[in-house]
């Protein structure tokens, strides 16, 4: 059994906690410096430390004795567990969409005799694992585009959104600059720009540059490919109303200001979806094709909980990665990126076939009485 520490005890750790104790594979402890969050995700099973991360020192001695650290916690968060991870010796996994914190991760792992493994959720993590497999089936690559969003079923306010996981992390994401692939060379864009509309099932939605997305692939297809971009996918109108609040309100500057609106103004929900969507041209054979990976997942219920489609897919990447590390399908030291995995790997993993439409169920046949996760169409 594999002792692991998640650090954060939100909407996304609570999830893994649960994903991963729930196979009787894992021996999970939970830190937060929330004792109101830890008593939510306590369990029978389910150990808690309260915790300031800040603090080196203590984050330092949490981390000892464990197998890996998975960080869920606030990206601005995310590089004092990294730094505490490299000095523990432990490995590392975080899901973080802010590229700078990527970059100080790249440098720690830098002979490191364990693995860090970053950007492990939905985007970046699993988006560059299908736009790389698709790629690579290529003779010659023109554009890769990915997109991706996660959308309540049933919007009902002017923004057509609700609030489905970190705030902060949708206001990084809004804000910093955009990593892409232009005339063959990476680049920075502006987030909130290229804006553009496309219908899936006949939907209309519309998609525009926000940062973090493309995690390592930049760095991976320059010089392989004309164009590489990523963008979130929202409702129509969302990207004109948001570029008010930023700009016009200048909000950009004041994100505690923009936080505190959001969630006060903005209800959650638990009726969401994700939607996948990846399309790559090229030549293949002598001609010019496209190739595309569409897929919408939902939520579903995890030891007992309601989870949303944003939870679950972020946890299962997150959980699917630490189990691809144990079984020897990632490389176990220095810095690890997503697209090194096969997609077709990552789809066959108990937690990975979240993402091929599949449910996660617990069965009662671990020795000892314990629920052990399976899947099933």
């Known amino acids: 059994m594999h002792s692991i520490l998640v650090i954060g005890a939100g909407k996304i750790g609570s999830t893994i906690a649960d994903m991963l104790y729930e196979t009787g594979d894992y021996a999970v402890t939970v830190a937060d410096g929330s004792a109101a969050a830890l008593k939510a995700v306590a369990s029978d099973g389910i150990k808690t430390i309260q915790l300031d991360f800040s603090d ?4 330092q001695a949490a981390l000892k004795g464990h197998y890996a650290v998975l960080s869920a916690a606030p990206y601005h968060l995310t590089a004092h567990v990294a730094k505490a991870a490299r000095l ?3 490995n590392y996994f975080d899901l973080t969409e802010d590229v700078a914190t990527t970059r100080m991760v790249k440098e720690l792992a830098e002979n490191a005799t364990t693995a860090f493994v970053p950007q492990c959720g939905l985007a970046p993590g699993f988006i560059s694992i299908v736009a790389h497999d698709i790629a690579s089936r290529f003779d010659k690559l023109d554009t890769v585009r990915l997109r991706v969003g996660a959308l309540p079923q049933y919007p009902s ?7 489905t996981w970190s705030t902060d992390g949708v206001i990084n994401e809004y ?7 232009v005339d063959g060379r990476l680049r920075e864009v ?3 720009e290229e804006l553009e509309e496309f219908s899936l099932d006949g939907t209309r939605y519309e998609a525009f540059n926000t940062s973090g997305g493309l995690g390592t692939l930049c760095e991976t297809l320059e010089g392989k490919v004309r164009t590489l971009n990523y963008k979130t996918i929202r409702y129509p109108g969302h990207c004109a109303l948001m ?3 930023l700009n016009d309100l200048q909000l950009r500057n004041r994100r505690e200001v923009l936080k505190d609106i959001l969630e006060q103004a903005v209800p959650a929900t638990m009726q969401d979806m994700v939607i996948v969507f990846v399309t790559v041209t090229g030549e293949r054979g002598g001609r010019h094709v496209q190739e595309t990976y569409a897929r919408s997942i939902y939520g579903q219920t995890i030891a007992g909980k309601q989870r949303t489609a944003i939870q679950v897919t972020t946890a299962a990447g997150i959980c699917a990665m630490l189990d691809l590390l144990i079984a020897g399908k990632i490389e176990n030291q220095g810095f690890r990126r997503q697209e090194e995995v096969d997609l077709d790997t990552f789809l066959a993993n108990r937690f990975g076939r979240v993402y091929a439409g599949e449910r996660l169920d617990w069965v009662e046949d671990h020795p000892g009485g314990k629920k052990r996760l399976d899947a099933v169409a």
Do not use: F
Request: proline fraction near 4%.
């Open 157 to 163: 306010n002017a923004l057509s959104y609700n609030l």
């Open 243 to 245: 570029r008010v609040l």
């Open 88 to 90: 523990a010796g432990v």
């Open 190 to 192: 502006p987030a909130m």
């Open 56 to 59: 080196a020192v203590a984050l």
């Open 175 to 181: 804000i910093e600059r955009c990593e892409a692939v």
